[in-house]
């Protein structure tokens, strides 16, 4: 996605329209030095500096003026990217309604309130109201700014990209397409523009199962990024992640560890207390290093991304659960059974009652615990929880499908620990038949 901020503001144009010439200056320096904060990811920093600036503005040109939306619009941008969504919604909300009523439904400055508007919703998932909102915004920059104009290029990117995550791809690539043919046209260059079109028709391309040609859209993203951005920039982390999830789709793990590697140096950086994504790089770190068998060196990564995701979400959260089973399995594959256990049954737990007893995730999370108390000599123990996570799994994909593969290998091997092979026999039959639809001709 690409944020429009509200960067530039008309402070020069009407500071010799006001008596109050010092605040108005205090005013114009404070943006900037909120706006240069935020470039460097300084979000923290960002948000203090920018409740000052729009104090200033509110006291200057009273609560109901385009200097206040500008202010709101930029300090809710601050929080958005630190994490504090909510926080982040109320500023934007007030910034479009008063744009609305001093600009008139058709503004540039009210699309611009849309699209960050529609920014926020993407990044809580509300992937309906994102959609209607940017459409909005690309509907006035389109008649505002022209067709082919850089601004309506993010607006297409942006779109294109809700589409990508309701899993729209075919609706999404076009849309990518005329954005890069702006990006690459355009008179007045904007390598950003570029690299960031090229990162997102990269991710859609693996989306699409086209991870070789991903690859080399997100090489070229990453070429124009180091050329034009400085080495800790957030947007150079977030093409590195996106190839170093190619590159694992790949199986090209080095690649990938060098990839992550890089991403979790930047994140490292310039990651908020309240910013997720540091967890996320870490967890990236870590699992690929699992995939490589480095499992000692796994379990540092994960164990942080553990801790900041409690942090983050408390105790009970979805991402907390999918972090104790990253864990647990790196812990399994040591042969560390006595610390892998709490883990799996917290996950369980937690999955159990924030998606209920029958979900999807829930049957995953039976399936590693059963596995793991089978690998404990706990093959009574195992056997039931294997038997309700295959049905789980049953309900919800189909009884034909691959995805059963590996729980019902587990169960079989369980029931013959037990002696049961009758009960095994049909189902090892099965596992044959799904492996043999499955094999690619």
Known sequence: MNLRLRIATVLALVLMAFP????????????????????????????RVGQDALKIAEKTFGPSHREVATAMSNLAEYHRAQGDYPEAETLLKQALAMDQRLLGYDHQDVAVDLNNLALLSDNLRRYADAEQLYKQALTID??????????????????????????????????????LAICEQSPVQNSSATATTLNNLGALAAAQGKNAEAEKLLTRALDIWRKTVRPDHPSLAATWRALGSVQTSLREYAKAEASYKEALAISEKSSGKKNPQLAKDLSNFGLVLYLEKKYAAAEPPLKRALERDEANYGKKHLTVASSLNNLAEVYRSQGKFTLAEPLYRRALLIDEELLGPDHLDVGTD??????LYFSEGRAADALPLLKRGLAIKEAALGANSPQLLQIIDNYTVVLHALGRASEAAPLEARARALRAWTVTP
Do not use: F, M, S
């Open 20 to 47: 109050a010439h010092a605040q108005i200056a205090t005013l114009k320096k404070l943006t900037a030095q909120a706006n240069d904060l935020y470039r460097q990811a300084k979000y923290a920093d960002a948000v």
């Open 366 to 371: 039976l399936n590693n615990l059963g596995a």
């Open 142 to 179: 389109e008649k505002a700014l022209g067709t082919n104009h850089l601004g309506v290029a993010t607006d297409l990117n942006n779109l294109a990209g809700v589409y990508r995550a309701e899993g729209k791809l075919t609706e999404a690539e076009p849309l990518y397409q005329r954005a």
